[in-house]
């Protein structure tokens, strides 16, 4: 096939590198502040800082049982372990893990609680006052993950917009040099490859925890390809020229 003579970004004019490098600024600190904030939500889901497997197994699978499938369970064996001796609390946490069966609310529960966390928990404004069946009944609720309905607009939003970054990220550097035309085209279609895989591997992971793997590396292969990308095409635009003994500034 002929090869097409065409622009290269290291002698493109002057007003379309700065408007390209100007994008590129902009969407390199949005990558890292998109990274920043999949640390801050997802990273601290397990209680840890730092993103793991199960950030995204508790993010998108839930936590359906283990000692912290309920707010009740994870408080009885973590800041409430003191405010009640064991059998209380191995009682309590037998009924949540039982999925806190209203018919023995009356009977075996609210006396416990009455008893054991009222002075707190019906008397300082501002804390859930769990004697009350519907608050107890927030902190008995299972945590089944994302909801379809989040994880529906969520995906569609990822699509839309990180395609339209990534489309404008793979245009400018459809201009760079020095790439076999395959290795650049592969390049190209990568990000848009495992944004898909990415999208997909949340639907996956809500059914199947096996497949939170798959979370971490379709966002570590795109934003590789994307970061290899932004940083080629602003060497060729402003470094490249440079070494070549001209002036990135040249109209
Ligand atoms: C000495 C006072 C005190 C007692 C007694 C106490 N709690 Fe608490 N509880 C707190 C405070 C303060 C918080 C908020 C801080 C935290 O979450 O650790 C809290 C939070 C909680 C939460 C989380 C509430 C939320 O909205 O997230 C649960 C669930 C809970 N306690 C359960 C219990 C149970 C069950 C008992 C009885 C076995 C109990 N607590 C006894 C003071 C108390």
Redesign the pocket.
């Known amino acids: 096939m002929q090869n097409i003579q065409r622009f290269t970004l290291s002698d493109l004019a002057l007003p379309i590198k700065t408007l390209y490098t100007g994008y590129l600024l902009a969407i390199g600190l949005g990558l890292l502040m998109a990274g920043m904030q999949i640390m801050l939500t997802h990273g601290m889901a397990d209680g840890k800082f730092g993103l793991s497997v199960d950030d995204i197994v508790y993010s998108y699978h839930g936590n359906h049982d283990g000692p912290n499938a309920t ?2 369970e ?3 064996f ?3 372990k003191d ?2 001796p064991p059998e ?2 191995l009682t ?1 946490v037998k009924w949540a893990d039982a999925g806190a069966p209203a018919n023995e609310w009356e009977s075996n529960i609210k006396p ?2 009455d008893q ?6 019906a008397n ?1 404004p501002g ?2 006052n ?1 004697t009350d069946k519907a608050v107890m009944d ?2 008995t609720k299972r945590d089944e993950g994302m909801s379809i309905s989040t994880l529906t607009r969520v995906s569609h939003i990822h699509l839309f917009g990180v395609s339209f970054i990534f489309f404008f990220v793979g245009w400018i550097f459809t201009y760079a040099t020095g790439f076999p035309p395959k290795v650049q085209a592969a390049l190209i279609l990568t990000p848009f490859i495992f944004l898909i895989v990415d999208v997909a591997s949340w639907w996956l992971t809500r059914m199947n925890p096996n497949f939170a793997w798959l979370v971490i590396i379709g966002g570590f292969v795109y934003s590789l390809a994307s970061t290899i990308m932004i940083f080629t095409s602003l060497y060729q635009m402003w470094i490249m020229p440079l070494r070549q003994g001209r002036s990135p500034f040249a109209e």
Request: hydrophobic share 50%.
């Open positions: 707010k009740l994870s408080k009885l973590g800041s409430m405010n009640a209380v609390r309590l416990l609680v054991y966390c009222a002075p707190c928990h300082m804390l859930a769990i927030q902190m």
